[in-house]
């Protein structure tokens, strides 16, 4: 196993055909760091405009159209004590005779993330939520390839390329299949979360910059239409689309795929699994494409194999 260590020095707001950061194998690990959305580094400095930056593209050595990139997060760390948030609710996600009770004005607020304690501090003053702590879980906000049909899309949204799915399950451990669209796969990663809720309702986690390690794996002729990702307890799929129920139908028809293949269920099987025993996750529901998430358990699907 070859682990190359990269500082970023340039980063990018589109998944795209970029000239490549870093060329890497299959099997090679990664070291590197992410500034937060609004381009600030581990030092606290913006070194970029806002925005979602991404770190990459890595080019992964063999990757082609129709492989599948299989991208295991082993450390996911926020690299700074201040995070930030915003304090205003998504006009879409509430009643429309309830938005004149929003604050859409409200300031972002600081956070205190204390790594040796596991917890984010709500810093200053709001009003209720005095010595508010709250259990750390770092998640990526932004992971993904480069589209089909050389198209550059925005760090903003997502797609069958990955992108911003702000899913709090792209955490450490968690192993994520992205689909190839391009030569080298072209992979980008961004957009770090101290924490965040599901759907990212206010638009924000709690951004930060992170310290990142990964590893790949390439998948040699096996396609898949959208993200898939496993971790030590379940499998899940996800679909990125608005509204809400077309990124579902593409999280469902996914997992459907995956069973299919990897448990020989026919079209019937599938459908009982999925049907009793599937959860689902909001992913994000803020940016123009919302993510949703069909997840099973791996001791559901233990019992299939067995």
Not at 42 to 57: F, K, Q, S, W
Not at 124 to 133: C, E, H, I, T, Y
Not at 137 to 165: D, F, K
Not at 199 to 212: H, K, N, Q, R, Y
Request: glycine share 12%; net charge negative.
């Amino acid at each position: 196993m070859r682990v190359q260590r990269f500082q970023p020095t340039s980063y990018h707001r589109t998944f795209g055909t970029h000239e490549a950061a870093l060329r890497i194998a299959d099997g090679d690990v990664v070291e590197t760091t992410t500034v937060d959305a609004a381009g600030r580094d581990a030092a606290d400095e913006a070194v970029t405009d806002p925005g979602n930056p991404l770190t990459g593209p890595f080019w992964v050595e063999g990757a082609e159209p129709g492989d599948t990139l299989a991208v295991r997060l082993e450390v996911l760390r926020p690299n700074r004590r201040r995070g930030f948030s915003s304090a205003s609710l998504a006009a879409n996600v509430v009643d429309p005779e309830y938005l004149g009770e929003l604050a859409p004005a409200a300031p972002p607020v600081d956070w205190d993330v204390d790594l040796a304690s596991g917890v984010a501090r709500l810093a200053g003053s709001v009003r209720g939520l005095a010595g508010l702590a709250l259990p750390l879980a770092p998640m990526l906000g932004c992971i993904g390839v480069a589209p089909a049909r050389a198209q550059a899309i925005s760090s903003a949204t997502s797609g069958p390329h990955g992108g911003n799915m702000d899913y709090r399950g792209v955490r450490a451990g968690t192993t994520l299949f992205l689909p190839v669209f391009t030569e080298g796969a072209l992979l980008f990663v961004g957009d770090g979360h101290a924490l965040q809720g599901a759907g990212e309702l206010a638009g924000t986690g709690v951004e930060i910059s992170f310290d990142v390690r990964f590893g790949v794996r390439l998948v040699k002729r096996r396609s898949i239409a959208w993200p898939r990702g496993e971790s030590d307890d379940a499998l899940f799929t996800l679909g990125n689309a608005r509204p809400l129920d077309q990124a579902t139908q593409h999280a469902t028809t996914e997992m459907v795929r995956w069973l299919r293949e990897a448990y020989d269920l026919d079209a019937a099987g599938a459908a009982i699994v999925i049907g009793q025993c599937a959860e689902f996750d909001l992913g994000n529901m803020y940016d123009p494409a919302f993510t949703m998430v069909c997840r099973l358990e791996r001791a559901l699907l233990a019992a299939l194999a067995g």
